[in-house]
């Protein structure tokens, strides 16, 4: 256990919908990203947050994605209007975020299945 | 642009060393990373070579980083049932963006 907690672990949802995750980090930790993971593949980059400013993007980052980090503390990503392609697991990580060597703690992931 | 490529698999025997390889394109690349996945859990840090290093050690682990060919390896010696799992390599040049490969799955063979 690093320390960094997800939730819900797994979740099954039909295309369409809208699913939110949250991620809740090593409490002094400043940084908080996402990752999406496919299977047979390395995590991508999402997004990630220095406090609660949202300071990079990627252009994995359709519209229908949004990620906040309201108080500086735990995360949210929602995806609206599910795809079939959206079907991965996401990762959130966390890292204090003052040097460059910034050591990154995974949590254990949210694994999403869009019928 | 940026990319990351590993072996996908390797099966050893309990006792032998393992040794799994990765190769990247960025020349910029700061800080090069060993991370283990095991099943229903996220990734968890290993270790880290500084790119002005050629080697690093700790405990089971050796880190060979042969930085003119780009080339980075993660060498596990005694290896043990537990460290069936998979390893992923990983670049930075610091700050926030770390670029993944896809990850080699170890079997160990009692």
């Known amino acids: 256990d690093t320390g960094v907690s997800q939730n819900p672990r797994h979740k099954i949802t039909k295309r369409g919908q809208n699913v939110t995750f949250r991620c809740d980090p090593?409490?002094?930790?400043?940084?908080?990203?996402?990752?999406?993971?496919?299977?047979?593949?390395?995590?991508?980059?999402?997004?990630?947050?220095?406090?609660?400013?949202?300071?990079?993007?990627?252009?994995?980052?359709?519209?229908?994605?949004?990620?906040?980090?309201?108080?500086?503390?735990?995360?949210?990503?929602?995806?609206?209007?599910?795809?079939?392609?959206?079907?991965?697991?996401?990762?959130?990580?966390?890292?204090?975020?003052?040097?460059?060597?910034?050591?990154?703690?995974?949590g254990p992931g949210t694994r999403l299945t869009v019928l | 642009g940026e990319d990351v490529e590993q072996s996908l698999f390797l099966s050893v025997r309990e006792g032998d060393s393992s040794v799994i390889n990765c190769t990247y394109t960025d020349s910029s690349s700061t800080y090069l990373y060993w991370y283990k996945q095991e099943p229903g859990a996220g990734l968890q840090l290993l270790t880290y070579i500084f790119s002005n290093m050629d080697m690093k050690q700790d405990q089971r682990l050796t880190v060979l980083l042969n930085k003119k060919d780009k080339h980075l390896s993660l060498r596990i010696a005694d290896t043990q049932t537990g460290d069936s799992a998979i390893y992923f390599c990983a670049e930075s040049t610091g700050g926030f963006k770390t670029i993944f490969g896809a990850g080699t799955r170890l079997f160990v063979k009692a």
């Not at chain 1, 994995?60 to 079907?87: H, M, N, V």
């Not at chain 1, 697991?89 to 050591?103: K, N």
């Open chain 1, 26 to 106: 090593i409490s002094e930790h400043n940084r908080l990203y996402w990752y999406r993971q496919t299977l047979g593949q390395g995590p991508e980059f999402l997004t990630y947050f220095q406090n609660e400013a949202q300071l990079e993007k990627s252009r994995l980052l359709s519209d229908r994605f949004s990620a906040e980090r309201p108080k500086g503390s735990f995360s949210t990503l929602e995806i609206q209007r599910t795809e079939q392609g959206d079907s991965a697991m996401y990762l959130c990580a966390s890292s204090l975020g003052d040097r460059d060597m910034d050591e990154q703690f995974f």
